[in-house]
């Protein structure tokens, strides 16, 4: 029978391959795969060793260039002052095994992060239960930011964690949308979490370590690239129950985070805008080609990433008029009464109706009794209401 070790013992097996994989951190940038597949037949220490020139065991993918790259690299890396860096910046970082690493971001395989530099105090793990994805255009358009904002506000009233990128346009309003309404947002990062980018959103990127979480896979002190966001997004698509894209243009990042969702059996979800508009186009065709699910608030958004039975939109419908609950032969014979003054007698409305002059005789007197009609001598005519 195994027996669990005592903490001091475990976290003593823990740091050396907390330690390891910060060094693999700086190694290779996000997602490497062919890192990931040496992962999963060796420890994060043995892999450092092997790096560093001891035996490198039969890879067919580590080829002599990625190695040497792998080399040139550790050179640099200090892995105790990456890991003082984001403990001074009140941050700390978790590794798969910890009981705070979200075993959702397991699907990606190969390509799951190394590790995650992760600033704030909640719980990682935890948050991403109930979280959803609020991601589109960087330039955004007012009716966009309006609607991300509103969006994010409903899912943190409701309890949901919203999750997003921290950049410009659609990601800031969905950030600033959950802060307001007092809920939890995480912020996914291109860079390390103690890199404000971009630095017009350095007092969101604080207010986002403060009251919910920041994290990267990327050590203390990088700065994003291109690649980088879009490596980003696979992380933003995995951690999540869903993804949301509220603006896109047809080649924007946002959608290879809808893709990256839809391919990991997550929900994807898109907000509709106007037809004219070029930042809508992307979710639009990403609606039409049937990978993502239209809605229109957070009720709509939680019935289909929330629990079967208890997060039901309520039904829409158009306000229910008192004509509307009328018999057909009711409506059929009021449908038939002129809007004129004279009105019109019963023989009339027989032709009209196609009903026999005795069941609109009978159908007036109904009506007559509901508000809708009178008799003016031998004619019918509609009451007039102020």
Same mark, same amino acid.
């Given at each position: 029978?195994?027996?669990?070790?005592?903490?001091?013992?475990?976290?003593?097996?823990?740091?050396?391959? #907390?330690? $390891?994989?910060?060094?693999?951190?700086?190694?290779?940038?996000?997602?490497?795969?062919? %890192? @990931?597949?040496? %992962? /999963? =037949?060796?420890?994060?220490?043995?892999?450092?060793?092997?790096?560093?020139?001891?035996?490198?065991?039969?890879?067919?993918?580590?080829?002599?260039?990625?190695?040497?790259?792998?080399?040139?690299?550790?050179?640099?890396?200090?892995?105790?002052?990456?890991?003082?860096?984001?403990?001074?910046?009140?941050?700390?970082?978790?590794?798969?095994?910890?009981?705070?690493?979200?075993? =959702?971001? !397991?699907?990606? @395989? !190969?390509?799951? +992060?190394?590790?995650?530099?992760? $600033?704030?105090?909640?719980?990682?793990?935890?948050?991403?239960?109930?979280?959803?994805?609020?991601?589109?255009?960087?330039?955004?358009?007012?009716?966009? *930011?309006?609607? $991300?904002?509103?969006?994010? &506000?409903?899912?943190?009233?409701?309890?949901?964690?919203?999750? /997003?990128?921290?950049?410009?346009?659609?990601?800031?309003? $969905?950030?600033?949308?959950?802060?307001?309404?007092?809920?939890?947002?995480?912020?996914?990062?291109?860079?390390?979490? !103690?890199?404000?980018?971009?630095?017009?959103?350095?007092?969101?990127?604080?207010?986002?370590?403060? =009251?919910?979480?920041?994290?990267?896979?990327?050590? +203390?002190?990088?700065?994003?690239?291109?690649?980088?966001?879009?490596?980003?997004? #696979?992380?933003?698509?995995?951690?999540?129950?869903?993804?949301?894209?509220?603006?896109?243009?047809?080649?924007?990042? *946002?959608?290879?985070?809808?893709?990256?969702?839809?391919? %990991?059996?997550?929900?994807?979800?898109?907000?509709?805008?106007?037809?004219?508009?070029?930042?809508?186009?992307?979710?639009?065709?990403?609606?039409?080609?049937?990978?993502?699910?239209?809605?229109?608030?957070?009720?709509?958004? &939680?019935?289909?990433?929330?629990?079967?039975? !208890?997060?039901?939109?309520?039904?829409?419908?158009?306000?229910?008029? +008192?004509?509307?609950?009328?018999?057909?032969?009711?409506?059929?014979?009021?449908?038939?009464?002129? *809007?004129?003054?004279?009105?019109?007698?019963?023989?009339?409305?027989?032709? =009209? /109706?196609?009903?026999?002059?005795?069941?609109?005789?009978?159908?007036?007197?109904?009506?007559?009794?509901?508000?809708?009609?009178?008799?003016?001598?031998?004619?019918?005519?509609?009451?007039?209401?102020?």
């Amino acid at each position: 029978m195994n027996h669990p070790q005592p903490p001091s013992q475990s976290a003593s097996r823990t740091e050396p391959e #907390r330690c $390891a994989r910060a060094v693999l951190s700086r190694l290779s940038e996000p997602g490497d795969a062919v %890192l @990931g597949r040496w %992962l /999963s =037949q060796l420890d994060a220490a043995d892999v450092v060793q092997a790096i560093r020139g001891g035996p490198v065991p039969d890879h067919p993918e580590l080829d002599a260039g990625r190695l040497a790259g792998y080399r040139a690299r550790l050179a640099d890396v200090d892995p105790a002052d990456d890991l003082e860096r984001v403990r001074v910046a009140g941050g700390r970082f978790i590794i798969p095994g910890d009981m705070e690493w979200p075993s =959702q971001l !397991d699907d990606l @395989g !190969d390509g799951r +992060p190394i590790g995650l530099w992760v $600033a704030g105090t909640g719980s990682l793990r935890l948050l991403a239960l109930r979280s959803v994805a609020v991601v589109g255009s960087r330039a955004c358009t007012a009716y966009g *930011a309006y609607v $991300a904002g509103e969006l994010s &506000a409903q899912l943190a009233e409701r309890g949901w964690v919203v999750v /997003s990128g921290a950049a410009y346009g659609i990601d800031a309003s $969905a950030h600033r949308g959950a802060l307001a309404a007092g809920g939890m947002t995480m912020g996914v990062l291109a860079c390390g979490v !103690d890199v404000a980018y971009p630095r017009g959103n350095a007092e969101l990127i604080r207010r986002i370590a403060a =009251q919910g979480l920041l994290l990267s896979e990327l050590p +203390p002190g990088e700065h994003p690239n291109r690649f980088r966001f879009v490596l980003r997004n #696979r992380v933003i698509a995995a951690l999540t129950r869903g993804t949301v894209v509220v603006e896109a243009a047809m080649r924007s990042g *946002a959608l290879s985070t809808a893709r990256r969702a839809r391919d %990991l059996n997550r929900y994807t979800m898109g907000v509709a805008g106007p037809v004219t508009s070029e930042l809508s186009a992307g979710v639009h065709a990403l609606i039409r080609s049937g990978g993502a699910t239209l809605v229109t608030d957070a009720a709509e958004v &939680a019935e289909l990433i929330g629990a079967i039975g !208890d997060d039901l939109a309520p039904q829409r419908s158009g306000p229910v008029l +008192p004509r509307d609950l009328l018999e057909p032969a009711v409506a059929q014979v009021l449908e038939a009464v002129p *809007a004129t003054a004279e009105g019109a007698p019963v023989e009339r409305l027989a032709r =009209q /109706s196609g009903l026999s002059p005795d069941e609109v005789l009978q159908r007036l007197y109904e009506l007559g009794s509901l508000g809708y009609v009178e008799r003016h001598g031998a004619h019918w005519r509609l009451v007039r209401r102020r």
